[in-house]
């Protein structure tokens, strides 16, 4: 079974689009910059009775030319889903955080 949602946010200091899409008994988390800059540490989202999650399989930050690994922690509780960077990012135009949980 898929599931997707697109969401377009805006903060302070940029603003952008996140996805979240379920397949193939995977969460899919993405947030995309389309201006400014937004400083991050974590990631909260709801919990979804369509998948458990367990780990983290990849967090990325992809740009046009490159894709840099990131590493991050992965805290389910109750009804939430936090994925916290260890060290913070700032992600700027045109990049997207891509992360990929099983």
Not at 8 to 33: C, M, Y
Not at 58 to 79: F, G, M, Y
């Amino acid at each position: 079974m898929k599931q997707y949602r697109e969401s377009f946010f805006i903060t302070h200091s940029a603003w952008g689009v996140v996805k979240q899409q379920i397949a193939e008994n995977k969460l899919f988390f993405s947030l995309s910059i389309s201006f400014g800059e937004l400083p991050l540490k974590s990631i909260q989202m709801a919990s979804n009775d369509t998948i458990e999650v367990k780990q983290i399989q990849r967090c990325k930050i992809i740009n046009s030319e490159e894709i840099i690994l990131i590493d991050a922690n992965l805290n389910v509780n109750d009804a939430v889903i936090k994925i916290s960077l260890l060290k913070p990012i700032f992600l700027k135009e045109n990049l997207k955080l891509q992360v990929e949980l099983i």
